[in-house]
């Protein structure tokens, strides 16, 4: 593949915000939280370059787990939140690829991983609950630890479903609170300050967040102790 695109060739969807839909329906005990978008992509403004410098332990920790999940998607991918560019290396070549994430400092570093992996792509500046793409124009679309950070992650998971083919796939990896006691303590022990460090959830519910969505579960399957859950979701429409 060769380079078409560029981050300065990025932009930020005009859309307006989604309506938060998180909070109001009550299952998730971290939806409460609220950052606006632009103070998340703030607070990784200032964590961009360490992210991408600390690759090398998401290779050793999730390295698998993306492979498993992503591993085997083709046509036209979207990754949504794609932060510095970790899901990248994990795609088929092939794939014809689409990046969007709040943050432009991420993106900037999302942009020297395509160059070095020789892979073509497009970067947008965009906002996840207000995608700027027409209904059912990718055949996949796959986010890896991003509904943690969503201000609103409902409408996220709403616009994921828009975008994808309605026989396409949606594939999400996702940390959320363990099953195993202690684990659980930790997080909850460490939730509220950080969220207030970096707009993350510890404690979300991942699959209680498809669900809310009206995303039915395909296939959900837990590692790590129960803290990385994966998911493939139907993007059959959503009620509501
Ligand atoms: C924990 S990082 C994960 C990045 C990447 N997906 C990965 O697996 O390494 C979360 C990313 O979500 C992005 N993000 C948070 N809220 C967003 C939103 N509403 N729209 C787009 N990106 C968002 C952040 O800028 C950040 O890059």
Do not use: K
């Amino acid at each position: 593949m060769s380079a078409s695109d560029s981050t300065d060739r990025t932009h930020r969807t005009a859309h307006p915000p989604a309506a938060s839909t998180a909070a109001s329906t009550g299952a998730d005990p971290a939806a409460d939280r609220h950052m606006s978008v632009e103070e998340v992509a703030e607070s990784y403004a200032g964590v961009a370059d360490d992210v991408a410098a600390r690759d090398w332990v998401d290779r050793l920790f999730a390295g698998r787990l993306r492979r498993r999940q992503f591993g085997d998607v083709d046509g036209r991918v979207l990754d949504v939140a794609c932060g510095t560019g970790t899901n990248f290396r994990y795609l088929p070549p092939t794939v014809d690829l689409v990046g969007i994430d709040a943050s432009p400092d991420m993106l900037a570093h999302a942009r020297e991983t395509l160059d070095g992996l020789g892979l073509d792509g497009e970067l947008h500046e965009m906002d996840a609950a207000s995608l700027a793409f027409p209904d059912d124009g990718f055949d996949a679309v796959v986010s890896a630890f991003s509904t943690c950070t969503f201000p609103d992650p409902i409408a996220a998971l709403r616009e994921m479903a828009r975008v994808c083919r309605p026989d396409g796939r949606i594939l999400l990896l996702e940390h959320g609170l363990s099953d195993v006691g202690p684990v659980a303590w930790l997080q909850e022990w460490r939730a509220e300050a950080h969220y207030e460090s970096l707009g993350c959830r510890l404690d979300q519910e991942p699959l209680e967040l498809v669900r809310e969505a009206g995303l039915s579960v395909v296939d959900a399957d837990e590692a790590l102790l129960g803290v990385v859950t994966s998911i493939e979701a139907d993007p059959a429409r959503p009620s509501g």
